[in-house]
């Protein structure tokens, strides 16, 4: 098992209505609801982030794939949007997607581009099986973690959050083995290598600091 971001999606909410921040690899943003629903509407509500992944996915894959044949087309849209209906006492959620090219082309050219774009990667998890899996951490649980040094960094356990010791185990053997006690060996590999390790925690159930900064340096 492998999850497709190296650093997971992490979400927080205060008491402000209904603004939540978002921080992903390489800053932060903001969602909100619309005031319909009792937010400001300040940032993109969650159908709008759900629907923005689906057109963002199209277009990007349809430009690799223009650009490798060196197909003359500046420019494409997508308008996207999704409706709900009962049936047999089921909701079936319909996604539409309409392309446009800026460009003239051949009904091959056509024919070509809408197969790309059904293949979109998040067109595949769309029409694919998904299965959503939710953990509850307690209030002890996320202040429970056990720490361990080398000297030079020292990583911070927390084995409540621990949910996929494997992927460290397959990866980085010389430190994690769940047969030994402790299961982290932090003279087991270089520091350098450990904190790469680190990173990819998708949990947080992983992280370090270097000695000397305390966990006040915490990553």
């Given amino acids: 098992m492998r ?3 190296e650093k997971p999606v992490h979400g927080a909410i205060g008491m402000e ?8 690899r390489n800053g932060t943003f903001i969602t909100d609801e619309p005031a319909t629903s009792g937010g400001k509407d300040t940032g993109p509500d969650p159908f709008t982030l759900l629907i923005s992944s689906l057109a963002s996915c199209t277009l990007v894959t349809l430009r690799m794939y223009i650009d490798r044949k060196g197909w ?15 049936k047999d006492g089921k909701i079936i959620t319909i996604f539409d997607r309409d392309i446009s090219f ?16 059904k293949a979109c990667p998040v067109s595949r998890i769309l029409e694919g099986d998904i299965q959503l899996r939710t953990y509850l951490f307690r209030e002890e649980d996320v202040q429970k973690k056990v720490l361990y040094s080398n000297g030079e960094v020292t990583v911070v356990w927390k084995p409540e ?3 996929h010791s494997a992927r460290c185990v397959s990866q980085l053997p010389e430190v994690f083995n769940v ?7 932090v003279n087991g590999a270089s520091t350098e290598r450990i904190v790469e390790q680190v990173k990819r925690c998708p949990s947080g159930a992983l992280r370090y600091f270097y000695d000397g900064k305390g966990e006040d340096g915490i990553f």
């Fill in 179 to 185: 047969n030994a006690k402790p299961w982290i060996d």
């Fill in 3 to 5: 999850y497709k971001l």
């Fill in 161 to 163: 959050f621990c949910k």
């Fill in 72 to 86: 003359d087309i500046p420019q494409i849209t997508v308008n996207a949007n999704f409706y709900q209906e009962e």
């Fill in 17 to 24: 209505k209904y603004q939540c921040t978002i921080e992903w």
């Fill in 102 to 117: 800026a460009s003239p082309l051949s009904e091959e050219q056509r024919a070509r581009l809408l197969d790309i774009a």
